[in-house]
């Protein structure tokens, strides 16, 4: 099993980026998907997660910004993401969680994800 995550880089303060996350070895429509950040010194944090039934839930530092969806045919999960500010910098992992939808906050819990991929950089500066 291996997820990629991609499409991080470099952008201006009210820039956006695209990324994605794709598996081999496993099907996303069979799992819930999260994605997750990381920031020099700090603690991994909830961002955004998708259920297998396609509901989302997302950090309250993102709602209206950041948008997750999937693509079961291509085994694929998004994270649009808009209105970058520099507070946005950090490493984005995703992973895979046998959640079920309506487990609400037990999404925000790295401990709930098995699977995880490498991470892609998001900086934010001008």
């Known amino acids: 099993v291996q997820l990629q995550a991609s499409g991080g880089g470099w952008v201006q303060p009210g820039g956006s980026l695209r990324l994605s996350c794709t598996a081999s070895?496993?099907?996303?429509?069979?799992?819930?998907v999260g994605w997750f950040r990381q920031a020099p010194g700090k603690e991994r944090e909830f961002v955004a997660a998708i259920t297998r039934s396609g509901g989302t839930l997302y950090a309250d530092s993102v709602k209206g910004r950041f948008t997750i969806s999937r693509d079961n045919a291509k085994n694929t999960v998004l994270l649009q993401t808009n209105s970058l500010n520099p507070e946005d910098t950090a490493d984005y992992y995703c992973?895979?969680?046998?959640?079920?939808?309506?487990?609400?906050?037990?999404?925000?819990?790295?401990?709930?994800?098995?699977?995880w991929g490498q991470g892609t950089q998001v900086t934010v500066s001008s």
């Open positions: 992973a895979t969680t046998r959640l079920i939808t309506g487990a609400g906050r037990s999404y925000w819990n790295p401990e709930q994800y098995g699977h």
């Open positions: 070895g496993l099907s996303f429509r069979n799992y819930g």
